[in-house]
């Protein structure tokens, strides 16, 4: 996994508020574009420019300069959604398809980005060509190095009402619910608060009734 530190990707919801997710891995990052089936309507990569903006809102750093052509974007919705199967699976406590497998493990055979010192040798930069195939590779690597990884176990979906995000809990102690805090998790605080005074005041009339 990419360790480089984040603090999460702004996400705009079609409904509600702004709200800042970090998935924990370069690679679940990926599916915060859209997804495979009831997801598509999500769909954020439609052409080169729009995977560039990923890369730029991700956790790579520094941004790669990339020259992305038509076909990678669309090997990026293939790798993606492949990505969103597997790991859901993991979550779930299930082995990912086969097919699956090999879109993962053919995106993780090619070069990757590679990392380099500029000429100051203080400064970290990505090695020409920097493309949409390598930007892939890395996205794949990181995916295989999670999912069989330490934290493999740990790969989770929201458990948040009609929420698909996933991530990996990182957190020392493991108890991560929620995709975030301040959306999922303060709703279910909201929704908890709501159902004890509905319950408290149900009880309150049935003891008025008793009298």
């Not at 560039?52 to 038509?70: F, G, N, V």
């Not at 699976?89 to 990912?96: I, K, M, Q, S, T």
């Given at each position: ?15 509600g508020?702004p709200?800042?997710f970090?998935?924990?891995?370069l690679?679940?990052?990926?599916l ?14 439609h052409?080169?420019?729009d ?7 991700s ?22 959604d492949?990505l969103?199967?597997?790991?859901t ?6 082995r990912?398809?086969?097919a ?10 090619c070069?990757p980005?590679?990392?380099v ?15 949409g ?23 989770r ?38 159902e ?16």
């Amino acid at each position: 996994m990419d360790s480089t530190a984040s603090t999460g990707m702004l996400m705009r919801p079609f409904t509600g508020a702004p709200f800042r997710f970090d998935p924990g891995a370069l690679s679940l990052e990926l599916l915060t574009t859209g997804g495979p089936g009831p997801y598509r309507r999500y769909e954020a990569l439609h052409a080169p420019e729009d995977l560039a903006a990923w890369a730029e809102r991700s956790r790579l750093t520094p941004t790669p300069a990339l020259e992305i052509s038509a076909a990678q974007v669309a090997d990026a919705r293939e790798l993606r959604d492949a990505l969103f199967r597997a790991a859901t699976a993991r979550a779930h406590g299930e082995r990912p398809a086969a097919a699956d497998v090999t879109v993962l493990n053919e995106a993780a055979a090619c070069p990757p980005l590679a990392p380099v010192l500029a000429p100051d040798g203080a400064e970290r930069r990505w090695a020409a060509p920097a493309d949409g195939t390598r930007l892939l590779a890395t996205v794949a690597r990181d995916a295989v190095e999670l999912l069989t990884g330490p934290y493999a176990h740990r790969v989770r979906v929201c458990s948040g009402e009609n929420c698909a995000l996933v991530y990996v809990d990182t957190s020392r102690p493991g108890r991560r619910r929620w995709c975030s805090m301040e959306r999922c998790g303060n709703r279910h605080k909201v929704r908890a608060l709501r159902e004890r005074r509905e319950r408290r005041a149900g009880e309150q009339e049935d003891e008025q009734e008793e009298r």
